[in-house]
């Protein structure tokens, strides 16, 4: 049964700083890897999507990879702004259309 | 454009009630996905529809639970008698289809059911 992961919970970091968020999952056999963003009350935002044949993907200051075989990914944000406040997500998809996500990290940029 | 709009965003009902929630997802949108979303706990999926089938049903909790969607557009949730552990936010996500812009989930804001 895939499980997803992300590590840590929370975060609290001072702007400007670069920051990983982590997520693994347990088993390697996923068709790709979405990293979403909540914000409080509203839905999720898609930010990057990782096929399974690739490594990793880029917008802007987000950059997320992805190592099938150790079943991990990480988001890295560069130059960390109060505006990236937010839970980041992450969901795998394996095989059938079903989403698997994790529960998630709270992260807070302090101004 | 129009992004996926779901509605009621609030519903308050009493236990026992029969409750339906509507999910309008972006035009053209092929595929549709109802996800639950509990207090404190993580998104977790219902079902998913390619245009009007539902090939993966495998996530509704109980046979109180069915989804169905029609002219491969607007979908609705329906929940009958409903119980407590039914309170939760009820999301909405549609996609293109395959491939990887393709799959990219958009997501409407949701519905916050409260079973009292």
């Known amino acids: 049964k895939q499980e997803v992961t992300q590590i840590p919970a929370a975060l609290s970091v001072p702007e400007g700083e670069n920051l990983v968020l982590n997520c693994s999952f347990t088993?390697?056999?996923?068709?790709?890897l979405q990293w979403f963003r909540q914000d409080p009350g509203k839905g999720l935002t898609s930010l990057l999507l990782?096929?399974?044949?690739?490594r990793e993907q880029t917008s802007g200051r987000l950059n997320a990879s992805l190592d099938k075989s150790s079943g991990r990914s990480t988001l890295y944000i560069a130059a960390s702004q109060p505006g990236d406040s937010a839970t980041y997500l992450c969901a795998v998809r394996a095989g059938t259309y079903k989403y698997i996500f994790g529960t998630g990290t709270r992260l807070k940029v302090l101004a | 454009g129009a992004g996926v709009s779901q509605s009621p965003s609030n519903k308050v009902t009493e236990k026992g009630k029969d409750v339906e929630l509507r999910c309008d997802p972006i035009?053209?949108?092929?595929?549709l996905y109802w996800y639950r979303q509990s207090l404190g706990q993580g998104l977790e999926f219902l079902i998913y529809?390619?245009?009007?089938?539902?090939?993966?049903k495998s996530g509704l909790p109980s046979d109180r639970f069915s989804a169905e969607r029609t002219g491969g557009s607007v979908s609705t949730l329906t929940i009958q008698r409903t119980q407590q552990e039914d309170s939760a936010v009820y999301l909405c996500a549609s996609s293109l289809g395959a491939g990887r812009v393709g799959e990219t989930q958009y997501f409407g804001p949701g519905t916050r059911l409260l079973v009292l």
């Open positions: 990782i096929q399974s044949s690739q």
């Open positions: 035009s053209g949108h092929t595929a």
């Open positions: 088993d390697s056999a996923i068709y790709n």
């Open positions: 529809f390619q245009g009007n089938s539902a090939p993966d």
